[in-house]
């Protein structure tokens, strides 16, 4: 018989359940209002994993992307945003992330003379390593603890995880990224008109939810969130299970935001269009 007494408590894993280990802990200081919010965005499962935002121009994935960070870092302890686009001043407290902060970051590494380079040859292997390796020393010396508990809010996530440009340095840099994600307690969620264009190596495979956009009217837009699963086989990433339907009603003017609406967190470029229809989930 052996005894726990016995037992090198080195040989085992006690690592906490993903439940313990991620707590959902509320601000103090929030109104019922925002509460509600903050529940409604953890019953959406959109407060981690990697979530792309699919729609056709104007159909609303600005307005998801914008609310859904904002309610993230203003109700829940601990959590921070980085946009790659300037909201307006309502929205409050970000960290830019886009290739102008990422060249500066990774040029603290290791000098980047001609800056962060556009794109990189099929061909070029050894300047591919190099920023892949870059990608990953800037991960492991500040990177990581910049990104963790965030929600980065990519707009132009699409661009930078396009299959026709599989070694852009931002492409290189996010798949480095994704595959963290667990681990840093991050949300990604990237806009991405037309899912089939992401990359099948770096991009799809990370994908833990999709978000369908549709513009109703009135300035209010519908969507539809789904858990996805990668068929590695297949190339291709695949929906799973009923979808929660959501309307977010962008015009309507909010206590919490003192008067203003959640169209004032940013720059909007929808346009009332028509009436809304039916929905489940509202904001």
């Not at 300037?86 to 902060?101: A, D, H, I, Q, V």
């Not at 979808?243 to 909010?254: A, F, L, Y």
Request: glycine share 10%; net charge positive.
């Amino acid at each position: 018989m052996i005894t726990t007494e016995l037992l090198n408590p080195e040989l085992f894993d006690e690592t906490p359940e993903e439940d313990d280990l991620y707590g959902f802990e509320l601000q103090d200081d929030l109104s019922e209002e925002e509460v509600e919010l903050a529940d409604k965005v953890v019953r959406w499962g959109l407060l981690r994993g990697v979530a792309i935002v699919t729609g056709q121009v104007g159909s609303g994935k600005d307005l998801l992307g914008n609310v859904v960070s904002w309610i993230i870092k203003r109700c829940f302890k601990n959590r921070k945003a980085l946009k790659d686009e300037k909201p307006r001043e309502l929205y409050g407290s970000y960290e830019p992330f886009n290739t102008m902060t990422v060249a500066q970051e990774l040029g603290n590494i290791e000098k980047l003379v001609e800056g962060l380079p556009k794109e990189i040859s099929r061909q070029d292997l050894k300047l591919y390593k190099r920023m892949a390796n870059l990608a990953e020393q800037w991960l492991d010396t500040g990177g990581e603890q910049k990104l963790n508990g965030g929600v980065l809010f990519l707009t132009e996530f699409w661009k930078y995880m396009l299959n026709r440009n599989p070694f852009s340095p931002m492409g290189i840099l996010l798949g480095a990224i994704l595959k963290r994600w667990r681990h840093l307690d991050l949300l990604v969620i990237g806009n991405a008109p037309r899912r089939h264009e992401l990359d099948r190596f770096t991009c799809l495979p990370a994908i833990t939810t999709e978000v369908r956009c549709r513009w109703l009217g009135n300035n209010q837009a519908g969507y539809r969130i789904f858990r996805t699963t990668y068929i590695g086989g297949e190339g291709v990433l695949k929906v799973v299970g009923k979808p929660k339907s959501v309307i977010i009603d962008g015009g309507k003017p909010r206590d919490f935001l003192g008067g203003k609406r959640f169209f004032d967190l940013f720059v909007s470029k929808s346009k009332s269009r028509g009436f809304p229809q039916g929905g489940i989930s509202r904001l």
